[in-house]
């Protein structure tokens, strides 16, 4: 099956930094892939639609300038958060969808990167 | 706009109990459904889908049909294992171009031996 990965799996920063997380689609191309956070106890947000070779559409409420997407070849997308706060703490999860699934749409979720910031 | 909702968890089960988690959504045209299970520290692994009225999506156990009059995807097993203890989230994505997923709040289970 599909397998999507991200990098790292675990990250602690200090306040201030910025951290940066891949996500690779191992075995398959894909055009868009998808950013998430998820919150204790709580369902997955989208934050942001990650498209190959143009920019990436944020969802309402998501800082841009803060949450930095790039999607720069078919198989690797990254999410760059800067100037990390304590606040931004939380599970990224990233995924990709096969650009030759058809009707269904299945998306290949990463295994998610936690991010501790201090 | 598009919604998903789940029971509210969480449930309880002993060891091959038989297990029902509803699922109701709302959605234009004609959506594809999914069950997703995250394990404890883990991301999130499609269990099942199906992407039109009476469809039937199964896997390890796991039965979910379509149902578009009573707008349901209810999530079965007839027989739960301690290892089926995870966070089943229900999600629907509307067919057709690069459409985004939208997810239920997740249901924890967790079974006892």
Request: aromatic residues 12%.
């Amino acid at each position: 099956g599909a397998v999507v990965s991200q990098h790292p799996s675990w990250v602690i920063c200090k306040s201030g930094t910025s951290v940066k997380i891949e996500c690779r689609s191992l075995d398959f191309q894909a055009t868009t892939m998808f950013w998430y956070r998820q919150f204790p106890k709580q369902s997955l947000m989208l934050m942001a639609t990650s498209n190959e070779g143009s920019k990436a559409t944020y969802e309402q409420g998501v800082e841009k300038d803060k949450f930095l997407i790039n999607h720069a070849s078919l198989t690797l997308s990254t999410l760059t958060v800067t100037s990390a706060h304590p606040e931004d703490s939380s599970f990224y999860i990233c995924s990709a969808r096969d650009v030759n699934s058809g009707r269904g749409e299945t998306q290949y979720f990463g295994p998610g990167t936690r991010l501790l910031v201090l | 706009g598009n919604s998903v909702t789940q029971m509210e968890g969480p449930v309880t089960l002993s060891e091959e109990a038989f297990l029902t988690i509803n699922c109701t959504y709302t959605a234009t045209g004609y959506p594809s459904l999914f069950w997703y299970v995250q394990y404890p520290g883990e991301g999130l692994q499609l269990l099942l889908k199906a992407t039109k009225a009476d469809d039937k999506g199964s896997n390890k156990g796991f039965e979910a049909t379509y149902r578009k009059e009573t707008t349901s995807f209810h999530l079965e097993k007839g027989s739960v294992q301690v290892s089926d203890s995870a966070v089943y989230f229900c999600a629907l994505s509307r067919s057709g171009g690069y459409q985004k997923v939208t997810f239920g709040t997740g249901t924890k289970l967790q079974v006892i031996p």
